[in-house]
């Protein structure tokens, strides 16, 4: 049953952290929105061009503390919705990539409410071009994979590590850090090298960001001796070397120049 008079919910992707890597369809709807619910992911940077008027909702989920639950973010975005607003739900990354926006737009089409996805730049896109990393090459990588390394993402939906170990050719993995053994040592149980590059990518896209490079071999005890945190990305993947091969020909155009 279509509400009367409904507003609308923009199911909105923020991207990868540097508030520059918006779209500028998203950057229209903040500026045009009534109430804008953000995650914690999300640069609140973007949040200073809302409208005097926009009512802001923090939504932000630290790992293990949840502010908002699920439910009581889908009942706010109907209930606003309802009240003839236009709504940004506003999300790190893209919406539709372990992004919780599709669950949310489901609840809105039960009751009838128009909703639009605004896709962003999502992490790993983000993390592989602030780091130098392709996701894909040339003779080296001609697939890449989104994985979620958190052990919690629904009942019968365990990742296939078995043939994501051989049957992609780079793996990037979101919500790894606290898995990251656990990952490491499924990859290796199913055959991949242990020289197989790793790099680890803190804050991503972010004027903060870390870039830590090793292999499956060391790449677990180098993120507690270098102290990983979260948000981070993990790259598996032989274009890792990629990032190295760029950074010595830079420093070797340098030396020529200097
Ligand atoms: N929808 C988001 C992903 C949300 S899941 C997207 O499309 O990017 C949260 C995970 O995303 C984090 O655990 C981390 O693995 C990754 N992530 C988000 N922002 C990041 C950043 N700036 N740098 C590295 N990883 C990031």
């Not at 996701?135 to 989104?146: E, N, P, V, W």
């Not at 149980?189 to 804050?203: F, M, N, W």
């Not at 090793?214 to 070397?241: C, F, Q, W, Y």
């Amino acid at each position: 049953m279509r509400q009367r008079n409904a507003g609308k919910v923009y199911i909105v992707g923020a991207g990868p952290g540097d508030p520059e890597l918006i779209t500028v369809k998203a950057m229209r709807l903040i500026q045009q929105a009534d109430v804008i619910l953000y995650d914690r992911l999300v640069n609140k940077e973007l949040l200073e061009y809302r409208a005097s008027h926009a009512i802001l909702i923090d939504c932000g989920k630290a790992p293990g503390a949840h502010t908002m639950p699920q439910e009581q973010i889908q009942k706010t975005l109907v209930r606003y919705a309802q009240e003839g607003c236009q709504v940004v739900r506003l999300k790190g990354g893209d919406p539709l990539i372990f992004g919780r926006g599709s669950e949310e737009a489901l609840e809105l089409a039960e009751w009838g409410i128009p909703y639009e996805f605004v896709p962003g730049i999502t992490s790993a896109i983000g993390a592989a071009s602030s780091s130098g990393i392709p996701l894909t090459h040339r003779g080296l990588a001609a697939s890449f994979a989104c994985v979620t390394g958190s052990r919690c993402h629904g009942p019968g939906k365990d990742v296939r590590w078995d043939l994501l170990a051989h049957g992609v050719d780079t793996l990037a993995i979101y919500m790894g850090v606290s898995e990251l053994p656990s990952i490491r040592e499924e990859l290796l149980r199913h055959g991949k090298a242990a020289s197989t590059p790793v790099a680890l990518i803190e804050r991503g896209t972010t004027a903060s960001q870390r870039v830590i490079v090793g292999t499956l071999a060391d790449i677990h005890t180098l993120a507690v001796s270098m102290k990983l945190s979260n948000p981070a990305l993990i790259i598996i993947g032989e274009v890792v070397r990629v990032r190295e091969q760029l950074l010595r020909a830079e420093q070797h155009a340098l030396s020529l120049i200097g």
